[in-house]
């Protein structure tokens, strides 16, 4: 029974960070749209609309890792999980750096609640991360 138990629990654990991976790539998804509409405007910089066709590959790479290590976390694969903590990292270095690096600072306005958007990403990674250490 206590096995039967532990299984149960393992696969909401895993659930759990499957869908907090997946929500953090539609969290993507969105920081990404703005970004790159904001950007891939014709009346700014052609600086900026370089920057936009990068982030637009970076946000795309970000959404594919996040979707497939969500996949494999689901399929009780720990690099799901190690991916999911890579790819949520790499979201909040780019919404830091539109945050509050970039000239201008195209994510300010969303400023200091927006890392919000970027924190599933994360937290599916460590929750697979410590699911998979604890069995």
Request: cysteine-free.
């Amino acid at each position: 029974m206590d096995e039967r138990h532990e299984e149960a629990n393992l696969a909401k654990k895993l659930k759990v960070s499957a869908a907090l991976g997946f929500l953090g790539a539609a969290n993507s998804m969105a920081i990404g749209f703005y970004l790159i509409t904001t950007t891939l405007t014709p009346f700014l910089i052609s600086d900026l609309m370089i920057q936009g066709y990068l982030v637009s590959i970076v946000i795309s790479a970000i959404v594919i890792a996040l979707s497939y290590g969500s996949l494999l976390t689901l399929k009780s694969q720990s690099t799901g999980a190690e991916m999911n903590v890579a790819a949520g990292l790499a979201l909040a270095f780019v919404y830091i750096y539109y945050a509050y690096l970039s000239d201008p600072p195209l994510l300010r306005w969303l400023s200091p609640s927006g890392i919000l958007l970027v924190l599933p990403s994360i937290f599916s990674g460590l929750i697979g991360i410590l699911t998979f250490n604890n069995n």
